[in-house]
């Protein structure tokens, strides 16, 4: 029996039906962002992005040309080689690359960006160039990610050019190269890639779903030992198990099984989640002190919409992956979600004040 310092009085709290099936938006969407930034001349590339698009929730930039009526192609694709000499003979100068469309983009948004990119005459095709050359110092500490398309040739000139031009980005260990025999297989590339990369986990700084009752809650994990051990666990599989009241600040439940524990004295806020004794979570909709190793944060609800969403007496959580990929929106069950509910999923009686609510399956702002 856990000796706490506090406990509560019993609190008998109404639960809530919730009817609606919601998605919990990340807090810090905006610093879990996917930016995929492409040039293609022929639409291979346009095409490899297509299918990344649905792989990925991303927002997408594409490069082109000011002159967009030069063929690259035509005698011995003269003009690819003409701007690349450029480049390579003053690789400092802004004016060597050739002129692009305007493009605003704010780089801070993002965490990740991917870059896709046609070869050319096995260095990164000169319009991406350009791009990079005025952005990829933006991109510092980022991760980046590189997808070239070329005929045949390989790509490791493409890596140099974009190790030069992104400085300080955190390349993914993996570059995935697509050339003609594997166009046509860009699907299934692709999905090998992201995982080979681990995008998910990678992209979206640790996050895992945490499912309760009618509720699928995002979870933003601590960086440690015991949830490394957690996420190589969920990659085998969701993890279900029960967790029940206790002192009226929090549901705890044993994993069946332990973790590396690293415990602290810690006092809790509400949405933490601790690992106690190594092998139970601890979720708190209050404050308690004890010994635990910090597990992770439901991000953005309130000590209620926690008691709400979770309930009273036992209940079957299950964890799982976060497969979302940055989660900026959210999904609504529009057969169910009649009525006016947060962006975690409480159903409200009038519109909130101020920020974003759920107006029968349509997501509103108020400002
Ligand atoms: C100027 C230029 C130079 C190229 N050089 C090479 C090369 O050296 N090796 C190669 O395998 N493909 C080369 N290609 C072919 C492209 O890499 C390939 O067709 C790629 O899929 C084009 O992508 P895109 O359709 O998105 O423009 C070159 C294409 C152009 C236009």
């Known amino acids: 029996m856990k000796n706490y310092l506090s406990l509560f009085s019993g609190v008998v709290i109404a639960f809530m039906m919730m009817v609606c099936q919601c998605e919990v938006a990340n807090a810090a969407a905006s610093d879990n962002k996917t930016l995929i930034v492409y040039y293609s001349y022929t639409n291979n590339t346009e095409q490899i992005v297509d299918d990344l698009k649905t792989l990925v929730k991303a927002d997408v930039i594409e490069v082109e040309p000011v002159n967009k009526s030069l063929d690259y192609a035509a005698n011995g694709y003269a003009i690819g080689t003409e701007q690349l000499n450029k480049i390579k003979a003053n690789p400092n100068d802004e004016s060597s690359y050739p002129a692009i469309d305007p493009v605003t983009v704010d780089m801070t948004k993002y965490n990740t960006v991917i870059i896709a990119t046609p070869l050319w005459w096995s260095q990164m095709a000169s319009n991406m160039q350009t791009f990079l050359f005025k952005y990829g110092k933006e991109m510092v500490g980022k991760n980046i990610g590189l997808i070239v398309s070329s005929h045949s040739s390989g790509i490791s000139g493409v890596e140099a050019d974009a190790k030069r031009l992104v400085p300080n980005g955190k390349f993914f260990a993996k570059s995935l190269w697509i050339n003609a025999s594997k166009h046509s297989q860009r699907k299934a590339l692709l999905e090998q890639w992201l995982k080979d990369i681990n995008y998910n986990e990678n992209a979206n700084g640790n996050t895992m779903k945490l499912q309760v009752n009618n509720s699928t809650l995002k979870v933003k994990l601590a960086d440690n030992a015991a949830t490394k051990a957690l996420l190589e666990r969920l990659k085998e599989g969701a993890i279900t198990y029960n967790a029940h009241d206790y002192g009226g600040f929090e549901k705890v439940g044993a994993l069946g099984f332990s973790l590396p524990s690293n415990d602290t004295f810690i006092t809790t806020e509400a949405g933490d989640i601790m690992l106690y004794t190594s092998n139970q979570l601890c ?85």
């Open 283 to 367: 979720i708190f909709f209050d404050s308690n002190s004890w010994d635990y190793t910090p597990i992770g944060k439901i991000e953005g609800m309130t000590k209620q919409q926690l008691k709400d969403a979770f309930g009273t007496g036992e209940v079957s959580i299950t964890l799982s992956l976060d497969n979302s990929a940055g989660i900026t929106s959210v999904t609504v069950n529009q057969a169910k979600a009649t009525g006016i509910y947060t962006l975690t999923g409480q159903k409200v009686s009038e519109i909130p004040e101020k920020g974003i609510y759920i107006e029968n399956g349509v997501k509103k702002v108020r400002k």
